[in-house]
């Protein structure tokens, strides 16, 4: 935290009781970003807001409290959030690349429920050793394979081991695609005076771990340049890099040769689909969150782990599917028939030749009355955000189609955006029953 966001903070935590909770968590999405001369420069993002904030005895009181604690007379000054991106792009970027470095890990992507076969193995016991030997003698760590089977899962894996057990070590975990959108953000505020991007490469430099999820992303040539200072300052001071890939180094398509010469120089390890065993156990392993809800017999379990095998979120999205329905027809103990009747949309599915994440959007907007443009638009109506989510459920569970193929059919959204909607989709399978409802239907017209 800086000192304007401390200072904030403590002036937030100050005034809260004189506010009732609704309007003041209105407040707290205010944020001081700058004082100068005598003005305290505030940015907010709703009119409601603005609104709050504007109110002559609420400013009254912000200034009074903000003018004690900063030792000389201050005024607020309000700004939209926007205006203020413009006005210190360079603070912007720092702020974002920060941000990274603080990567809140998935808590539910640890070594100890990664379940370990002979298929990935390998990719376990290096990222597992990385962690608690200083030596890396393997660097970088490159893991390999196809979608779904848990290379995002190994990275979080290392961050919450670390953040638990050497909470002294720094560790930084970015998706490529969000590494060259500040490092590109980076290079446009790059001048004399700022030098955003020798301050981002600092930031980058300064860590013990540095672990970039699908690499393949990391395209653009002069992000590129950029990443391989950082690259070359991180193995000679000695970090552990650890990256993910979805195709061997050498397959890599757009990223310089003397990258991937270095990625080739450490451990590349390949990680393959699991074996019917390691798909049965991990089953197992996924079903322990949902014991009280209901039970499944070895029979389903077999026939899951034989169909869905090549990606373990599809694994884990029929088991979802079938815990949910068998919770809304209070069916004590899943079995085959039931297994086979509710998953015979996704069955279908299964023939990925024949669906494209076209023909899914094309269903979805046809079954909600929308049509491309408002679903690829920006408008945050339910009807329009409860589709896009449906579209990338589908794209991601039954096509396993990558997060920025299914942003770009959705508008280009990013990444982030893609995956956040992924979960909210998983959310309001398991809490609203209208959205599963829609979700069947749309499965048997596909
Ligand atoms: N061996 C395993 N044990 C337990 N869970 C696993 C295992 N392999 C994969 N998973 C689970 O499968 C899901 C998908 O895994 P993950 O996101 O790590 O895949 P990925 O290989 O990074 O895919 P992508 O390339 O599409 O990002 C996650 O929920 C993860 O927890």
């Not at 590129?224 to 050498?250: C, R, W």
Request: one cysteine or more; charged letters at 25%.
């Amino acid at each position: 935290m800086n000192q304007y966001e401390t200072l904030w903070k403590e002036t937030l935590e100050a005034i809260k009781n004189n506010f009732n909770p609704d309007t003041f968590s209105w407040i707290c999405k205010t944020s001081l970003f700058r004082i100068e001369d005598g003005m305290a420069y505030v940015s907010y993002r709703s009119v409601i807001t603005k609104n709050i904030m504007s109110d002559a005895n609420t400013k009254d009181l912000f200034e009074q409290y903000l003018s004690e604690m900063w030792g000389e007379p201050v005024h607020i000054q309000l700004m939209h959030y926007r205006e203020v991106e413009k006005m210190m792009p360079e603070e912007i970027v720092q702020r974002r690349t920060k941000e990274l470095v603080q990567t809140k890990f998935n808590a539910d992507y640890t070594f100890e429920n990664f379940v370990q076969g002979k298929s990935n193995q390998g990719a376990y016991a290096a990222c597992f050793h990385c962690c608690v030997e200083d030596s890396h003698t393997f660097n970088p760590i490159l893991i390999y394979g196809n979608s779904g089977l848990g290379k995002t899962h190994l990275l979080h894996a290392i961050g919450n081991y670390l953040q638990k057990e050497r909470p002294e070590k720094k560790v930084f975990y970015a998706y490529s695609g969000d590494l060259v959108s500040i490092l590109i953000d980076a290079m446009k505020t790059h001048n004399v005076q700022s030098n955003t991007v020798e301050m981002v490469q600092a930031q980058l430099i300064d860590n013990d771990y540095f672990l970039i999820d699908d690499i393949q992303n990391l395209t653009q040539s002069s992000s590129q340049e950029i990443f391989f200072k950082v690259y070359n300052s991180l193995i000679a001071k000695g970090a552990q890099i650890v990256i993910t890939s979805d195709m061997h180094p050498n397959e890599l398509e757009g990223i310089q040769n003397r990258l991937i010469s270095r990625f080739n120089n450490g451990l590349p390890i390949n990680i393959l689909k699991p074996e019917f065993d390691t798909s049965r156990a991990i089953l197992r392993k996924k079903l322990e969150g949902y014991e009280e809800a209901c039970q499944i017999n070895d029979e389903t379990i077999d026939f899951l782990a034989h169909k869905f095998s090549d990606d373990v979120r599809k694994l884990e999205g029929s088991l979802r599917t079938l815990v949910f329905n068998a919770t809304l027809e209070n069916v004590d103990v899943i079995d085959l028939p039931f297994a086979q009747r509710v998953l015979s949309g996704q069955l279908i599915v299964a023939k990925p030749n024949k669906l494209t994440p076209k023909q899914i959007k094309k269903v979805v907007t046809k079954f909600y009355g929308l049509s491309y443009n408002e679903v690829e638009g920006k408008s945050r109506q339910k009807k329009l955000v409860n589709a896009r989510h449906m579209i990338v459920y589908l794209c991601h569970e039954t096509l396993g189609t990558s997060w920025t193929q299914i942003g770009q059919e959705l508008g280009n959204r990013d990444h982030s955006t893609i995956k956040s909607s992924y979960d909210r989709a998983i959310k309001l399978l398991k809490t609203d029953t209208a959205f599963q409802i829609a979700m069947n239907k749309i499965k048997d017209s596909l």
